[in-house]
């Protein structure tokens, strides 16, 4: 079992930049890869981007391309999503997953969910 929590999330104004961060604990995560997705009401669940945590390699969807980063600090078991330049459309709930046996840039195969962290981006 991995147990994720996420924070961070709030509220920022338009151009503003937030990191979350998710805590992972009950498992050594480098067996696991980790992903950031989100959510608005009435959409589909979209992926943003996953890191491969044994070897740091990471990737991030076209759509928020240029703007998210995802990190990883093996000490601290913590996966972060460092959002820039956020714009009005970019609130949402922010989940991270984690999941073994996942491909680099899939959106599939993610077992372990946290509760999620709401980030409103005021215009």
């Known amino acids: 079992q991995v147990q994720l929590v996420e924070s961070g999330g709030g509220l920022v104004q338009t151009g503003g930049s937030l990191r979350l961060s998710c805590a992972a604990s009950?498992?050594?995560?480098?067996?696991?890869?980790m992903a950031w997705f989100r959510q608005t009401p009435g959409k589909e669940r979209e992926f943003l981007g996953n890191?491969?945590?044994?070897?740091?390699?990471?990737y991030i969807a076209d759509s928020v391309k240029g703007r998210f980063t995802i990190a990883r600090d093996n000490a601290k078991n913590t996966l972060y999503l460092q959002m820039n330049s956020l714009k009005p459309e970019d609130s949402a709930v922010y989940y991270c997953?984690?999941?073994?046996?996942?491909?680099?840039?899939?959106?599939?195969?993610?077992?372990?969910w946290g509760q999620g962290t709401q980030v409103t981006v005021s215009s």
């Open positions: 997953a984690a999941g073994g046996a996942v491909l680099y840039g899939s959106s599939q195969g993610y077992t372990y």
């Open positions: 009950g498992r050594t995560l480098s067996a696991y890869t």
């Open positions: 890191i491969i945590w044994s070897s740091g390699s990471t």
